[in-house]
């Protein structure tokens, strides 16, 4: 009887064990299913969502990049025209710059290939029509244009930069803000051609703001609209613009910034 009750006993111990461990096997395998569940949604709102440690920008380099920027004047481009992924980027940044009430004044027109010489031919016609044909002040105009055409040629895009007054209806700003926020386009256009190596510069001037550019450019001088100039882009000897100086005033010499309180 004491054999047969021993062997029952121990068959109930056994019986135990293994349900405690079937438990404990569970319990791992639902630690694990919530450790891995819990994973994978972190890294899904990672990708969705990066933080803001990854995400940052050296303030230095900022820095440096605009120290570095400079206007590349065409007499030094080489005729090489820069990538077109490159020419988007620098849109993409424009339409990041400061807008009040995100109204989003500005306009680009991308001038390439021919369009470069009707552009031209048409600047010229308002020019022949303002001063006259015969006058010496459009043969003055025609003679620094024919200077001028070699340099041009070398311009892969002109980049004609509008201003919509009334881009919203519902929200019209001042114009000054409007013009600023067009600027600061600009700007941000500027600087990643700089950090691409692309050549570029902001012109004015000359029959930019006339009915018939305007129409070309696909803007309306009745709505207030402006055209503030033309965005010349192409490629340059790195050599060539390492020797561009750029000189700028202290900022801590009295004059131009105030501490006030």
């Not at 047969?4 to 109930?12: D, I, P, Q, S, V």
């Not at 992924?85 to 995100?102: D, I, Y």
């Not at 991308?110 to 002040?137: V, W, Y």
């Not at 003679?143 to 070398?154: C, I, N, P, T, Y």
Request: proline letters at 5%; hydrophobic letters at 40%.
């Amino acid at each position: 009887c004491a054999r047969r009750y021993t062997n029952t006993n121990r068959a109930a111990v056994q019986k135990e064990e293994m349900e405690v461990s079937e438990w404990i096997i569970a319990i791992v395998i639902l630690l694990v299913t919530v450790l891995f569940i819990q994973n994978t949604q972190r890294k899904s709102e990672s990708k969705s969502k990066p933080s803001v440690e990854t995400s940052m920008v050296r303030p230095e380099d900022v820095l440096a990049l605009i120290q570095r920027r400079r206007s590349i004047f065409p007499k030094d481009y080489t005729g090489a025209a820069p990538p077109r992924a490159h020419v988007e980027a620098m849109l993409e940044a424009a339409r990041w710059a400061p807008t009040h009430g995100k109204t989003e004044p500005w306009r680009f027109a991308i001038i390439s290939g021919d369009a470069r010489q009707e552009f031209s031919n048409l600047c010229t016609e308002i020019m022949k029509d303002k001063l006259g044909s015969e006058s010496p002040a459009f043969e003055k105009y025609l003679a620094k244009q024919e200077r001028k055409r070699k340099d041009k040629a070398k311009v892969a895009h002109f980049i004609a930069i509008g201003m919509k007054r009334k881009a919203n209806p519902e929200k019209v700003m001042p114009e000054w803000e409007e013009i600023a926020a067009t600027a600061c386009a600009v700007q941000n256009m500027h600087l990643v051609a700089t950090a691409y190596g692309v050549a570029s510069y902001w012109s004015s001037g000359g029959p930019i703001d006339d009915v018939r550019i305007l129409d070309y450019l696909g803007l309306s001088k009745d709505d207030g609209d402006r055209c503030l100039g033309l965005f010349h882009v192409g490629m340059a000897d790195p050599a060539r613009v390492a020797a561009y100086r750029a000189k700028r005033s202290s900022m801590a010499d009295g004059e131009r910034v105030r501490w006030i309180g």
